[in-house]
């Protein structure tokens, strides 16, 4: 029990330390490059497949997400333009014509 105490804390310092170090770094891009580039090189032909299976998984998952946040932003939308309607029946024409009527004795 005490070793798995142990490991979590050491770990959990460990993951700061990585994460801090990365917030600060300002060459993210050529150190990110480099490393899947050795990755990339140090892997078999079917670790290439796989990885290659996976971001195309991942993309297509990415794509799917951002089509259903369409869908949800234009339903949304219509859902308020259907209220703006409702309120302008329920508001009625005898207001309307007041509130230009006021309108225009302004200007």
Same mark, same amino acid.
């Given at each position: 029990?005490?070793?798995?105490?142990?490991?979590?804390?050491?770990?959990?310092?460990f993951i700061?330390?990585?994460?801090?170090?990365?917030?600060?770094?300002?060459? %993210?891009?050529?150190?990110?490059?480099?490393?899947?580039?050795?990755?990339?090189?140090?892997?078999?032909?079917?670790?290439?497949?796989?990885?290659?299976?996976?971001?195309?998984?991942?993309?297509?998952?990415?794509?799917?997400?951002?089509?259903?946040?369409?869908?949800?932003?234009t339903i949304?939308?219509?859902?308020?333009?259907?209220? %703006?309607?409702?309120?302008?029946?329920q508001v009625?024409?005898?207001?309307?014509?007041?509130?230009?009527?006021?309108?225009?004795?302004?200007?």
């Amino acid at each position: 029990m005490y070793f798995v105490n142990y490991f979590l804390c050491e770990g959990t310092f460990f993951i700061r330390y990585i994460r801090d170090a990365w917030e600060s770094c300002t060459h %993210k891009k050529a150190i990110g490059f480099a490393i899947f580039t050795l990755v990339w090189n140090f892997s078999s032909i079917i670790a290439r497949i796989w990885a290659v299976f996976m971001l195309y998984v991942g993309l297509w998952y990415y794509q799917q997400t951002l089509m259903r946040q369409d869908t949800t932003t234009t339903i949304n939308g219509d859902d308020f333009l259907q209220g %703006k309607i409702r309120e302008q029946r329920q508001v009625g024409k005898k207001s309307n014509f007041m509130d230009t009527r006021k309108q225009k004795k302004a200007f």
